[in-house]
């Protein structure tokens, strides 16, 4: 893969300098499979992620590598030379526990720097660390996947940045016998401090350095659980550092400037702890822990922390980018900042809408003056995480691109679908203990991993332009009629034209007639628009006359271009109860679980198709044509 520092896609010329690299795609048709691969091998990448931090701290000592405000609102940094030292004496404390993969390392505390302290020290051990998302232990009611964590890891030791308000949650499922560390003090007997730790003197940790080699797990990640539970995977130092040698190959832009990041995303999952984190160790950079979140009442800590610090690249799911481009259309001193130096957007986890990708480039092009690279990828927690990227010659919403130098990607159609599959040094070898029978389902006969995801041929006449995203294999279903609903499409162009009344739709019909959607409506934006205060029965705004009126123009408008049964939405409900993270309706990170959604929503489903429920909005024509 070339470096091409004025890459232009779709048409479009004249971007802020910027190195990106150019893809030359290697493409071969075998029965009715695509296998697809860069003509350009991948280059040579350490054994281990804390090689980089070694490098790092002879190299630039004194830079920091992570960033936090503190509670005083000044930032507290750490250097590459002091995370040595931590690292050091951490994975010192760690090893003399016994610490191991089938006695690992849990954090539960969101992103700090002391998190990063114990994930990097653990690392630097060759013990393997799973940081479980707070939601488990702080919103949970029935800690079930907490639970399942505990009972599926059997971990050593516990961490949090304050054990004290995780102590109901583990009093519920850990064994009485595993140590509890804490940043801050507790008030409970037995709580190790995290400054014990800290003070240990290393004395074999460079022995337990040495062993540590590609093979060695650095964590364990856990899948969204959109299915059943979560399923745990073992990431090797071999995936992480892989998959940043196919990051640099395909954004050389991060070894000429080291990058500076500003972000909020969970380290717990894999785009936010293990690409993230990983572009500004890899390559020298630092990250700005941003306690902020584009969610109501939390946005704002994130526009602070931008109007202080620019970064060079800006990570975020699609709601963090809307949040942000109506930010930057009213707010100078957040403009002045933040264009000063970011040369690259990016974003995953979800679609950027049509309209919000316009009206990005629009604010973007007005008070920047250049445009700027939107870019995005396709990548999963199982591949560490990133595969394909939006290097080819198009750009547009949807768009996933082609795959990264040393990612072996094969397209096999599916149900109507094509499923895109992968293999390389960044792939999983399987799931944490899965059965053998489990361990062989997601791998097929030429040991590709099975990702359930659908892509489409941009362009079907030219495969070498790359490929677009088109939803979950697993999501469609069949009218009774025998029509295959496509899903994911459907769902991102009501979220699009939904805009900004739509959080999430979730598709029904299955076995019916006609195709319906179950919408979760972004209350706050609801509120607004009904003309009623924060307050508000919920039942009440939505079932306001601007509110309704709304979700009937939507329902005409996604109408006006059906061209079928499985593309007409005949009936729209509005949802008051926002979807469950116990009942798997919801990941932690935010994602909807489509099939959990209609399992313990089924009365609602059935009252849609009843024909007599006053709170179900009937599209105006039918879907007979």
Same mark, same amino acid.
């Given at each position: 893969?070339?470096?091409?520092?004025?890459?232009?896609?779709?048409?479009?010329?004249?971007?802020?300098?910027?190195?990106?690299?150019?893809?030359?795609?290697?493409?071969?048709?075998?029965?009715?499979?695509?296998?697809?691969?860069?003509?350009?091998?991948?280059?040579?990448?350490?054994?281990?992620?804390?090689?980089?931090?070694?490098?790092?701290?002879?190299?630039?000592?004194?830079?920091?590598?992570?960033?936090?405000?503190?509670?005083?609102?000044?930032?507290?940094?750490?250097?590459?030379?002091? +995370?040595?030292?931590?690292?050091?004496?951490?994975?010192?404390?760690?090893?003399?526990?016994?610490?191991?993969?089938?006695?690992?390392?849990?954090?539960?505390?969101?992103?700090?720097?002391?998190?990063?302290?114990?994930?990097?020290?653990?690392?630097?051990?060759?013990?393997?660390?799973?940081?479980?998302?707070?939601?488990?232990?702080?919103?949970?009611?029935?800690?079930?996947?907490?639970?399942?964590?505990?009972? !599926?890891?059997?971990?050593?030791?516990?961490?949090?940045?304050?054990?004290?308000?995780?102590?109901?949650?583990?009093?519920? @499922?850990?064994?009485?016998?595993?140590?509890?560390?804490?940043?801050?003090?507790?008030?409970?007997?037995?709580?190790?401090?995290?400054?014990?730790?800290?003070?240990?003197?290393?004395?074999?940790?460079?022995?337990?350095?040495?062993?540590?080699?590609?093979?060695?797990?650095?964590?364990?990640?856990?899948?969204?659980?959109?299915?059943?539970?979560?399923?745990?995977?073992?990431?090797?130092?071999?995936?992480?550092?892989?998959?940043?040698?196919?990051?640099?190959?395909?954004?050389?832009?991060?070894?000429?400037?080291?990058?500076?990041? @500003?972000?909020?995303?969970?380290?717990?999952?894999?785009?936010?702890?293990?690409?993230?984190?990983?572009?500004?160790?890899?390559?020298?950079?630092?990250?700005?822990?941003?306690?902020?979140?584009?969610?109501?009442?939390?946005?704002?800590?994130?526009?602070?922390?931008?109007?202080?610090?620019?970064?060079? @690249?800006?990570?975020?799911?699609?709601?963090?980018?809307?949040?942000?481009?109506?930010?930057?259309?009213?707010?100078?001193? !957040?403009?002045?900042?933040?264009?000063?130096?970011?040369?690259?957007?990016?974003?995953?986890?979800?679609?950027?809408?049509?309209?919000?990708?316009?009206?990005?480039?629009?604010?973007?092009?007005?008070?920047?003056?250049?445009?700027?690279?939107?870019?995005?990828?396709?990548?999963?927690?199982?591949?560490?995480?990133?595969?394909?990227?939006?290097?080819?010659?198009?750009?547009? &919403?949807?768009?996933?691109?082609?795959?990264?130098?040393?990612?072996?990607?094969?397209?096999?159609?599916?149900?109507?679908? !094509?499923?895109?599959?992968?293999?390389?040094?960044?792939?999983?070898?399987?799931?944490?203990?899965?059965?053998?029978?489990?361990?062989?389902?997601?791998?097929?006969?030429?040991?590709?991993?099975?990702?359930?995801?659908?892509?489409?041929?941009?362009?079907?006449?030219?495969?070498?332009?790359?490929?677009?995203?088109?939803?979950?294999?697993?999501?469609?279903?069949?009218?009774?009629?025998?029509?295959?609903?496509?899903?994911?499409?459907?769902?991102?162009?009501?979220?699009?034209?939904?805009?900004?009344?739509?959080?999430?739709?979730?598709?029904?019909?299955?076995?019916?007639?006609?195709?319906?959607?179950?919408?979760?409506?972004?209350?706050?934006?609801?509120?607004?628009?009904?003309?009623?205060?924060?307050?508000?029965?919920?039942?009440?705004?939505?079932? &306001?006359?601007?509110?309704?009126?709304?979700?009937?123009?939507?329902?005409?408008?996604?109408?006006?271009?059906?061209?079928?049964?499985?593309?007409?939405?005949?009936?729209?409900?509005?949802?008051?109860?926002?979807?469950?993270?116990?009942?798997?309706?919801?990941?932690?990170?935010?994602?909807?679980?489509?099939?959990? @959604?209609?399992?313990?929503?089924?009365?609602?489903?059935?009252? +849609?198709? &009843?024909?007599?429920?006053?709170?179900?909005?009937? &599209?105006?024509?039918?879907?007979?044509?």
């Amino acid at each position: 893969m070339e470096s091409d520092q004025s890459h232009a896609s779709g048409g479009t010329t004249g971007y802020r300098r910027v190195a990106i690299g150019r893809t030359s795609p290697r493409i071969e048709r075998r029965g009715e499979s695509w296998y697809i691969e860069d003509s350009a091998p991948l280059g040579a990448y350490p054994e281990r992620l804390t090689d980089r931090l070694e490098q790092g701290a002879r190299a630039h000592p004194d830079r920091w590598l992570v960033a936090r405000r503190d509670a005083s609102g000044a930032w507290r940094g750490i250097t590459y030379a002091q +995370m040595l030292a931590h690292a050091r004496a951490i994975g010192e404390a760690l090893s003399q526990r016994g610490l191991s993969a089938a006695r690992p390392l849990l954090i539960l505390s969101g992103n700090s720097l002391e998190h990063m302290q114990m994930a990097l020290g653990a690392m630097y051990a060759g013990v393997p660390h799973a940081p479980i998302s707070p939601a488990y232990s702080l919103l949970s009611s029935d800690y079930g996947k907490l639970r399942h964590a505990v009972e !599926l890891l059997t971990p050593g030791l516990v961490f949090a940045d304050d054990i004290d308000a995780y102590a109901k949650a583990l009093d519920a @499922v850990l064994p009485a016998d595993v140590e509890r560390v804490s940043a801050a003090a507790s008030a409970r007997p037995g709580v190790t401090r995290l400054s014990t730790l800290l003070d240990t003197r290393p004395r074999d940790i460079d022995i337990s350095h040495a062993e540590v080699n590609g093979d060695t797990i650095a964590k364990f990640l856990f899948t969204s659980g959109s299915t059943r539970l979560p399923k745990a995977v073992p990431t090797t130092h071999r995936m992480l550092c892989a998959n940043q040698q196919m990051l640099l190959e395909t954004f050389p832009q991060f070894g000429i400037e080291p990058p500076v990041l @500003v972000d909020w995303l969970p380290w717990n999952h894999t785009f936010g702890g293990s690409h993230n984190v990983g572009i500004a160790l890899y390559n020298g950079g630092t990250l700005y822990i941003d306690d902020g979140k584009p969610v109501a009442g939390k946005f704002e800590a994130t526009l602070r922390n931008l109007r202080e610090i620019a970064p060079t @690249v800006f990570f975020n799911v699609p709601k963090g980018w809307e949040e942000l481009t109506m930010a930057l259309e009213t707010d100078a001193a !957040l403009r002045e900042r933040f264009f000063s130096r970011v040369n690259l957007y990016f974003f995953a986890g979800a679609g950027l809408s049509k309209a919000a990708w316009a009206r990005l480039e629009q604010v973007t092009l007005k008070y920047c003056g250049e445009p700027i690279r939107i870019m995005a990828a396709l990548g999963m927690t199982e591949t560490a995480p990133s595969c394909l990227f939006t290097t080819g010659p198009y750009s547009g &919403a949807g768009y996933v691109g082609l795959p990264a130098p040393g990612c072996e990607t094969k397209i096999v159609p599916m149900d109507g679908k !094509l499923e895109v599959r992968f293999r390389g040094p960044n792939v999983m070898r399987g799931y944490w203990r899965a059965s053998e029978a489990q361990a062989a389902a997601v791998f097929d006969e030429e040991g590709y991993y099975c990702t359930g995801d659908a892509v489409r041929f941009v362009d079907p006449g030219r495969p070498e332009v790359g490929l677009a995203f088109d939803g979950r294999i697993a999501e469609d279903f069949k009218l009774g009629s025998g029509t295959f609903v496509s899903v994911g499409p459907m769902r991102a162009r009501i979220v699009s034209e939904g805009a900004p009344y739509v959080l999430d739709a979730v598709i029904t019909g299955l076995n019916r007639d006609e195709v319906g959607v179950m919408i979760f409506p972004r209350l706050d934006a609801c509120r607004e628009l009904a003309g009623l205060g924060d307050d508000a029965d919920l039942d009440k705004v939505l079932s &306001a006359p601007a509110v309704r009126a709304f979700f009937a123009s939507l329902l005409a408008r996604l109408n006006a271009q059906a061209s079928g049964s499985s593309t007409f939405v005949a009936r729209l409900r509005l949802l008051v109860q926002a979807p469950s993270l116990d009942r798997g309706e919801i990941t932690d990170k935010g994602s909807i679980n489509q099939r959990a @959604v209609l399992q313990h929503r089924e009365a609602l489903v059935e009252s +849609m198709y &009843a024909g007599d429920d006053p709170e179900v909005i009937v &599209a105006a024509t039918s879907a007979a044509r």
